[in-house]
């Protein structure tokens, strides 16, 4: 069975098909560990419970240190469909970071080699090292590609995140990032930074058990996670 640094060393350099590819084999073939962990979000009247990713998934490395793999908005959404879960909202994020154990982000040179394993394999031994063996609820390991209704102007993807305590922008929810709402990219581009973040479609809202998509499409109960009302697309255009 090829062993984690074993599917690194193969990984394609350049984004593609290829590499794309190789991240659909490691779900399918067990390589790529995802750990749920439940953060809860509160409103006037409601209280509800999702199930979020504890870190970025990641595949585990002959040394034991975690490698997140970067991944395109597409690539996101084909892997929460394998998985048979969801891609998540900006709310959802600031929840999830506001639960955990906040490590500050990890920001690199930006350029043509953000895209390359290099470049993600650099990134991910400085989140390594600020992780510190941490095996619960963590933040901030990446940004995420994130369901919101500003899909209806973007250019085909929304991304998020990238929390640190210096950073210029404040998200809806009172916390200092680098990425606001953002809508300048496409669906197929990826970088260092922009890591695989998931939800499971079932969910606990006022002690009853239920779907994402029925709390997100209800007026009453949306705002428990998403920021801006009913969601509109629960899924990558």
């Known amino acids: 069975m090829t062993t984690g640094s074993e599917w690194l060393s193969a990984l394609p350099e350049q984004p593609g098909p290829d590499r794309d590819q190789a991240v659909i084999d490691a779900i399918n073939n067990g390589l790529l560990i995802c750990d749920w962990c439940d953060i809860t979000s509160k409103i006037d009247g409601h209280t509800a419970t999702f199930s979020v990713l504890c870190d970025a998934a990641y595949i585990i490395l002959d040394d034991g240190s975690r490698f997140r793999p970067q991944v395109s908005a597409q690539l996101n959404q084909k892997c929460a469909d394998i998985l048979s879960v969801s891609m998540i909202t900006a709310k959802i994020h600031d929840l999830s970071y ?99 973040f998931l939800m499971k479609n079932d969910c606990i809202v006022d002690g009853q058990n239920t779907n994402i998509k029925n709390v997100l499409s209800d007026p009453s109960l949306a705002s428990l996670g998403n920021y801006n009302g009913v969601l509109k697309y629960f899924r990558q255009p």
């Open 98 to 196: 506001a639960q955990s154990t906040q490590i500050e982000c990890s920001v690199l040179t930006a350029g043509p080699q953000m895209s390359t394993t290099t470049y993600s394999k650099k990134w991910n031994t400085i989140v390594e090292n600020k992780r510190n063996g941490c095996e619960t609820l963590i933040r901030d390991t990446g940004k995420i590609w994130c369901l919101d209704n500003a899909l209806a102007w973007s250019k085909g993807a929304v991304n998020f995140g990238f929390y640190s305590h210096s950073a210029p922008s404040t998200s809806p929810g009172g916390f200092k990032l680098y990425q606001s709402i953002g809508t300048m990219h496409n669906n197929l581009h990826c970088d260092y930074s922009q890591t695989l």
